[in-house]
């Protein structure tokens, strides 16, 4: 089994800036994609962005393109989501996700999740 665990949301003001981080342990050998997801009060479980486990190839929504970056420590089993220029409309719970598809947005595809780490973006 793989466990995930996010931490470093907050509370930022509009154009500021925030790194989450989601550790990752057990099985992790059998990780072959991590993501993050976001879902605000009422919506549905957003994409993010992922990251390719092996070769930290990236991929990302549209509306976080050029703000947000994926990082990995192979040391640590760990990936980052850094984000800038933070808008409020990028306000919610913030979810990473182990799986073993590449390059997919969809949810159903990714089988381990963190319990959420709240971000809350101030206008």
């Known amino acids: 089994q793989v466990q995930l665990e996010e931490s470093g949301g907050g509370l930022v003001q509009a154009g500021g800036s925030l790194r989450l981080s989601c550790a990752a342990s057990?099985?992790?050998?059998?990780?072959?994609?991590m993501a993050w997801f976001r879902q605000a009060p009422g919506k549905e479980r957003e994409f993010v962005g992922g990251?390719?486990?092996?070769?930290?190839?990236?991929y990302y929504a549209d509306s976080v393109k050029g703000r947000f970056t994926i990082s990995r420590d192979y040391a640590k089993n760990t990936v980052y989501l850094q984000m800038n220029s933070l808008k409020p409309e990028d306000t919610g719970v913030y979810y990473c996700a182990a799986g073993q598809v590449l390059f997919t947005s969809a949810p159903a595809a990714y089988d381990r999740w963190g319990q959420g780490t709240q971000v809350t973006v101030s206008s």
């Open positions: 057990g099985r992790t050998f059998s990780i072959h994609a």
């Open positions: 990251i390719s486990w092996s070769t930290t190839s990236t």
